[in-house]
């Protein structure tokens, strides 16, 4: 039976048909442009300045997507060496780290999105792109928005963590 498209799948999957859909103009803006250019000798002058907002859109957008589906690589050999319970521990140790570390990367890059925005004192200076003239923060966006999602399924896999953990607890108290 076909899965039904309906509003809810879409919200749930945003990040991979964002990703997928940047990712596709990339490689379609590229290959014309390379046609256009060797073939044609009439490069396409804006496709550069497209395709690098785009590729950053899939970047962090797309790093958002692998960390939530746990296809990010990890180097645990140290880890697996543990007993069950110190692998617990450090797993839940490092589950908090990495919420820290995702919420200053959000922190960080959002300062950096509002000084693309606004000067020193506050005023509005939106930086642009040289050749389309757009600006930069519609490109710059892509880096909290995509640390904020890390952060974000961070928390969600914590307290699914710590529900799991609990109600283990409760069972085995039960018995």
């Given amino acids: 039976m076909k899965n039904k498209i309906t509003l809810k799948t879409i919200l749930t999957n945003l990040d991979a048909i ?37 590729f950053v859109w899939t970047v962090f957008i797309g790093s958002a997507y692998a960390y939530r589906k746990h296809s990010h690589l990890g180097v645990d050999i140290l880890v697996n060496a543990f007993p069950p319970k110190v692998k617990k521990v450090v797993k839940a140790v ?11 990367l959000t922190v960080i890059s959002s300062q950096y999105v509002y000084h693309l925005i606004f000067n020193r004192t506050g005023k509005l200076k939106v930086v642009m792109t ?37 109600d283990a607890k409760r069972g085995a108290v039960k018995e």
């Fill in 130 to 166: 040289d050749l389309l003239r757009i600006p930069k923060w519609w490109t710059g966006i892509a880096v909290p928005i995509g640390f904020g999602l890390s952060a974000i399924y961070s928390i969600y896999f914590i307290v699914k963590n710590v529900r799991a953990y609990l």
């Fill in 94 to 104: 490092m589950s908090v780290v990495e919420l820290l570390v995702l919420i200053m």
């Fill in 18 to 54: 964002i990703t997928a859909s940047t990712l596709s103009i990339c490689v379609v803006l590229v290959n014309a442009n390379v046609i256009m250019r060797y073939f044609f000798n009439n490069p396409i002058h804006w496709a550069e300045e497209v395709v690098t907002s785009l």
